[in-house]
């Protein structure tokens, strides 16, 4: 009857434990080689672009670029997913994701005074979260769905994923500009 209908099985917790051991050592790969390495060019205009935007509510720039790397990252979790036996193979992956998430987190903190922490906290960080957590649901959970939805669902848990950032920008962060 479900279109989204799971298999009812338990997830697997090895893989959850994977996945966060992968996200705490890009977490300190990340805070380590800020450290040593400084800052580049590139990432300090990345994340002064994605303040701007986040700041003058320039929703279709923000919308775009974020639903474009989503369905990126989403689908490739979802061919490991899919077409592989290991599962496993998506940690480097999601290292790589998390990697670069926590070098512009931490760009944002430190060359950006208030309104580049504001904008992580609020904005960048949960919109990461969220968009991480699809990805480990797509690579663990995509065998279980219909074979005709299957190949769809990466693209919609992107909009999805998309849209919430859009709804973390356009009413939380309104409401604290407001606020404060």
């Known amino acids: 009857m479900g279109i989204l209908k799971l298999q009812s099985k338990k997830p697997d917790k090895k893989y959850l434990i994977v996945c966060l051991i ?51 990252y989403f689908y490739v979790f979802f061919l490991i997913g899919y077409f592989c036996k290991y599962k496993y193979f998506s940690c480097p992956v999601l290292f790589l994701k998390c990697f670069f998430a926590v070098i512009y987190s931490i760009i944002l903190f430190s060359c950006f005074s208030f309104e580049g922490i504001i904008v992580s906290l609020v904005v960048f960080l949960p919109s990461f979260l969220i968009s991480s957590l699809c990805c480990i649901i797509i690579c663990g959970e995509c065998k279980g769905l219909k074979k005709s939805i299957v190949f769809f669902c990466p693209a919609i848990l992107a909009l999805l994923s998309s849209v919430l950032m859009l709804i973390l920008v356009n009413v939380f962060f309104r409401l604290l500009i407001i606020i404060v």
Do not use: K, P, W
């Open 22 to 72: 992968s996200l705490i050592l890009a977490i300190i790969c990340g805070i380590v080689l800020h450290i040593c390495c400084g800052i580049s060019v590139y990432s300090y205009n990345f994340a002064d672009t994605y303040i701007y935007y986040v700041l003058n509510f320039a929703n279709a720039r923000l919308f775009f670029s974020h639903l474009a790397v989503d369905i990126f």
